[in-house]
């Protein structure tokens, strides 16, 4: 596996554990067909191993590991949300198949706060299902809710060895919806790509989603349907490609960001939201025209997309793949959010709302979460002038949460928040833009639980080359996405030549990055597009061409790997400030502008910080982070979600928290934490809450 390629020499035992761990996540990440009492299958769905960590307030599997998010929804007839997820299990099919998973895991509740969970939704035990379950989404078609789901099949009997297909409740009377049905008119596009968004009605009534395939060189795929049950492609958008996409209408504005626009200015805002991407999903905002309905031999048109600023992250933390749906209860839109940690979890659930002052999507944790926490704070404390370097105690467990405001300081600072193994900061600066990020202390437990997320991420991505491998009827390959593409690509945006993430945390001077650089790599900043992958002998002068005509491009990296030998992968860069560059024989890369400036990651092997910025308004006053601790997992909110992050944490604490700033100057406005309760239910406590709406 590739949990352990390129590490060389012995190991902490500390990290060796957490690797290990991450092999749980390998075990099922095409999906085992062996269950603990014989082959896997309805009524037998607990995976064989070790007991994946089990959470306090984040949604995990009881012994199966987990990725993506798929198809949440508010039930408006029987008052219950649903989510679902990918699931590391599979009926084996040995005729049709062979199975090889993921399948759906699912989860409900009644109160958004405490779920239960329930047997597996959908099975892979169709023909055009028999190989996987993948990504897909819900839409609530005349009240009901229908899945849309990509299959993965076998080649010999499916060409192309994908398909869309929907499932529908087989019991509507059924509160919990436990059982679902595979309809008659299943498939319902053949030869597609995989993770279709959920679906939205046009003016003209036509329903439409996009999904990720090559799309003759452009961007997502659009499909539509005007009775949910026969659908056509209808063109090619120039909305990004890239895992788990989803498009949807703005949602409703930050809680006092419209202060002092005017109605031009509301005019102005875009009106549709994109994401898509790997590793980091990439987020977009823009302007959406809706095209002529039909599929294109009858004159339909895909739609118009301006995109108005670039991709931002959603996540710059330990995520993958991230899923939305609109909660009609409180009219808000909600995104989960996969957290790549050995075996996986699903984040809390945040509210998103858009800022027109920044320009962008807020991640607040859903109001919800405050119901979790214990009657009197654990700690507070009070307004106090911090010391230079002289940290203050606040008191925490290993399930809280945690509020810290500071008054906005006068002065350049770091602040920061030290607990289990690492320190939450915010490189403080007088300007509009500020870094904020983790930090593990290096060769500590945090560090080693950093390492073993990024392996559990490498291997299912891994994986997922292998599953559609095995449907398509080859081998694992980082063929390029597009339309002349003989499989859809599922090189990561990281996935440079050693798939090492490579966030960084300072800026170093004396690197010398130039326009050629034979023998170098260049790691991060990647386009949320893939890499394009080119035949045997390609001179590395056609992947700095490709840059210098891509807009928003400043550097790129052609890397020799794939099928067949010889063939590379054209990488492209953000018009950023890069990664230093270093010494790989199979790369050649290159920045656009030449520069003596680069990042150089947070220590060890640059694997053991994360960072991101967050905007600073002249109106703020205080500096917040919101810190959550749930065993072995953290969440970061800083300013009240303008930017949200996932970090791997030391499980075994220590969880009291340091606060300190570097500066003198500086007022801790207050501090407080408090201890969470757990989330999970039995599905009858479920049916016996009141419902909210």
Not at 475 to 499: E, F, I, K, L, Q
Not at 510 to 520: C, F, V, Y
Not at 566 to 583: A, E, F, R
Request: charged share 15%; net charge negative.
């Amino acid at each position: 596996y590739l949990l352990l390629r390129g590490r060389k020499g012995p190991r902490m035992g500390q990290l060796a554990f957490l690797i290990a761990a991450a092999a749980v996540l390998t075990r099922g990440a095409h999906g085992t067909t062996q269950c603990e009492k014989g082959p896997c299958g309805p009524g037998n769905e607990r995976c064989v191993g070790p007991t994946p960590q089990q959470y306090v307030f984040h949604l995990s599997d009881l012994t199966c590991a987990i990725n993506d998010p798929n198809g949440p929804f508010y039930d408006e007839v029987h008052g219950m949300y649903h989510n679902f997820y990918q699931d590391h299990l599979a009926e084996p099919q040995p005729l049709m198949g062979p199975g090889r998973g993921p399948d759906w895991g699912h989860w409900v509740s009644r109160d958004f706060l405490h779920w239960a969970r329930l047997p597996v939704a959908i099975w892979n035990d169709q023909w055009y299902d028999a190989v996987a379950i993948f990504s897909g989404s819900t839409t609530i078609v005349n009240g009901k809710p229908v899945i849309v789901y990509p299959g993965l099949c076998n080649h010999t009997n499916c060409p192309g060895g994908s398909t869309y297909d929907a499932v529908v409740p087989s019991d509507p009377s059924d509160p919990l919806y436990t059982n679902w049905t595979k309809p008659s008119y299943n498939p319902l596009v053949t030869g597609t790509g995989d993770d279709p968004s959920t679906a939205w009605q046009s003016p003209a009534g036509e329903w439409r989603l996009i999904g990720n395939q090559g799309c003759d060189g452009l961007g997502a795929p659009i499909y539509g349907s005007m009775d949910f049950v026969k659908w056509y492609k209808i063109g090619c958008t120039t909305l990004k490609l890239g895992d788990c996409p989803t498009f949807f209408p703005l949602p409703p504005l930050t809680p006092g960001s419209v202060d002092g626009l005017t109605p031009a200015d509301l005019d102005a805002l875009p009106n549709w939201v994109h994401k898509a991407g790997s590793n980091d999903d990439q987020v977009q905002v823009g302007t959406w025209t809706e095209g002529k309905p039909g599929p294109a031999s009858a004159g339909g048109t895909p739609g118009t997309w301006v995109q108005m600023g670039g991709s931002v992250p959603l996540d710059n933390g330990k995520t993958h793949a991230s899923k939305d749906f609109w909660d009609p209860v409180k009219k808000r839109r909600i995104m989960w959010v996969w957290g790549t940690l050995p075996n996986g979890i699903q984040t809390i659930p945040r509210d998103m709302t858009y800022d027109p002052r920044t320009g962008k999507i807020n991640y607040a944790p859903v109001e919800e979460m405050k119901e979790l926490r214990s009657s009197t704070p654990l700690a507070s404390l009070p307004t106090t002038p911090l010391s230079p370097n002289t940290p203050v105690t606040l008191k925490a467990s290993s399930a809280s949460d945690i509020e810290v405001y500071f008054a906005r300081p006068s002065v350049a600072t770091n602040l920061t928040l030290t607990v289990a193994g690492g320190s939450v900061y915010v490189r403080y600066t007088p300007d509009s833009t500020v870094e904020v990020g983790f930090g593990a202390h290096p060769r500590g437990a945090a560090a080693a639980a950093m390492e073993a997320a990024d392996e559990a991420e490498r291997a299912a991505v891994a994986a997922k080359r292998a599953v559609v491998a095995a449907a398509r009827g080859g081998t694992p390959t980082h063929t390029s996405a597009t339309a002349d593409a003989a499989v859809t690509d599922w090189t990561t945006p990281r996935d440079n030549a050693d798939a090492s993430d490579t966030n960084s945390v300072s800026v170093a001077s004396g690197a010398n990055l130039t326009t050629w650089m034979d023998g170098t790599d260049l790691g991060g900043n990647d386009f949320p597009l893939p890499c394009k992958h080119y035949p045997p002998n390609t001179n590395a002068t056609v992947c700095e061409a490709l840059c210098r005509s891509s807009q928003g491009c400043g550097a790129w990296v052609y890397v020799i790997r794939g099928n067949p030998a010889g063939s590379g992968d054209c990488c492209l860069k953000h018009n950023v400030v890069q990664n230093c560059p270093t010494p790989n024989p199979k790369c050649t890369s290159g920045v656009l502008v030449p520069t003596t400036q680069c990042h150089t990651g947070g220590g060890g092997d640059g694997r053991n910080s994360l960072t991101d910025t967050v905007t600073m308004l002249p109106s703020d006053t205080e500096v917040s982070i919101r810190l959550f601790l749930d065993t072995a997992v953290a969440e970061a909110y800083f300013m009240g979600g303008r930017v949200a992050m996932t970090i791997p944490v030391a499980a075994a604490g220590p969880w009291d928290v340091q606060i300190a700033s570097s500066a003198g100057a500086v007022q801790l406005i207050n501090a407080s934490s408090w201890g969470m309760s757990s989330i999970y239910v039995t599905p009858d406590e479920v049916l016996t809450t009141p419902r909210r709406g």
